[in-house]
């Protein structure tokens, strides 16, 4: 595993690289309460490099500073797509592109697809709504997304349950939702959102 120092806007971001093959290039953020060793995160990266994925796992530069509380959804995506666009110009994107991220990362990466040329978006944990507050719905970022995408959800999961997340994509093509045990974050079984995360990407982006 290989750590890159990237430089951004609002500081330097690092990505630390899982290189699993040429099948195509897994850009994973993470979420507004923690780094890029939740073990959702290091589930997905383990499976899949080994269906054959280069992955780099994204570290925002407020957390490379050492920062607390993330900034305003502007500029994660202002950072995320200079990430993108630096490892696009290193050589370090092959194949196709697919982003993606837990919890606020999902939220970036799908407000930023189209700007990124990705060609999937893999969400785990999609912060539907605040607890308790579905009138606060950040549906309008899912159903923004035009290509295939795939929405890894905790059973008991308090920002949205699969069953919410899977109305608001009804109806919409290669949108898949995959609900697994447990809570917004996907602690209780991250083998299986690892195994949900590799099967989708086998399924609809086999190369």
């Given amino acids: 595993m290989t750590a890159l120092d990237i430089e951004t806007p609002h500081g330097p971001a ?8 040429s099948r195509g290039t897994l850009l994973l953020g993470h979420g507004a ?7 959702d995160l ?13 992955v780099l796992r994204v570290e925002q530069p407020w957390r490379v500073a050492g920062k607390r509380i993330a900034p305003a959804p ?14 696009s110009g290193t050589g370090h994107l092959t194949g196709a592109l697919v982003v993606g991220g837990r919890s606020a990362g999902a939220r970036v990466a799908c407000r930023t697809a189209a700007q990124v040329g990705a060609d999937g978006v893999l969400t785990l944990a999609f912060p539907l709504h605040p607890p308790g507050r579905p009138e606060k719905s950040r549906a309008a970022e899912l159903t ?5 995408v795939v929405v890894v959800q905790g059973e008991t999961d308090a920002f949205g349950a699969p069953a919410a997340v899977a109305a608001v994509l009804t109806g919409r093509a290669h949108a898949s939702v995959y609900a697994v045990p447990g809570d917004h974050s996907l602690k ?3 083998d299986l959102v690892g195994a949900a995360a590799a099967s989708w990407l086998a399924e609809v982006l086999p190369g």
């Fill in 188 to 190: 209780k079984n991250p």
């Fill in 42 to 54: 290091l589930a997905v990266a383990r499976d899949a490099a080994e269906g054959g994925w280069r």
């Fill in 33 to 39: 309460g923690g780094g890029v060793e939740s073990a």
């Fill in 144 to 148: 923004s997304v035009t290509v295939p």
């Fill in 74 to 87: 502007a500029r994660l995506d202002e950072g995320w797509r200079a990430v993108v666009a630096h490892l």
């Fill in 14 to 21: 690092r990505a630390h690289l899982t290189d699993g093959g």
